[in-house]
Nanobody
Framework: QVQLVESGGGLVQPGGSLRLSCAAS???????????MGWYRQAPGKQRESVAA???????NYADFVKGRFTISRDNAKTTVYLQMNSLKPEDTAVYYC?????????WGQGTQVTVSS
């Protein structure tokens, strides 16, 4: 069982930046391996969509709508994933969810609200 704790959401003006963080840990101190980590988002009235992902082999993928603006990265321990979001637009407003693929399962964070508005 993998537990995820997200942080970093908030209100920002168009053109601004935010950095999301997601820390993964094993329940009751259990050991786990991570195959991939990533971020999804869901805007009101829309389906959840993939934003960015990074695999254990450091392969990175971005959705077309964030290329050049968002950057996904991990810490040296590879248990915390970050999403640096620059040049934010009102259409980036959504709840952002962290995901971890481990042992054939997908784990989801609780979600953090990002609102881009003047």
């Amino acid at each position: 069982q993998v537990q995820l704790v997200e942080s970093g959401g908030g209100l920002v003006q168009p053109g601004g930046s935010l950095r999301l963080s997601c820390a993964a840990s094993g329940a009751s101190g259990s050991i786990f391996s991570i195959d991939a980590m990533g971020w999804y988002r869901q805007a009101p009235g829309k389906q959840r969509e993939s934003v960015a992902a990074i695999t254990s082999g450091e392969s990175i993928n971005y959705a077309d709508f964030v290329k050049g603006r968002f950057t996904i990265s991990r810490d040296n321990a590879k248990t915390t994933v970050y999403l640096q979001m620059n040049s934010l637009k009102p259409e980036d407003t959504a709840v952002y969810y962290c995901t971890v693929h481990s042992g054939g399962k997908i784990y989801w964070g609780q979600g953090t609200q990002v609102t881009v508005s003047s």
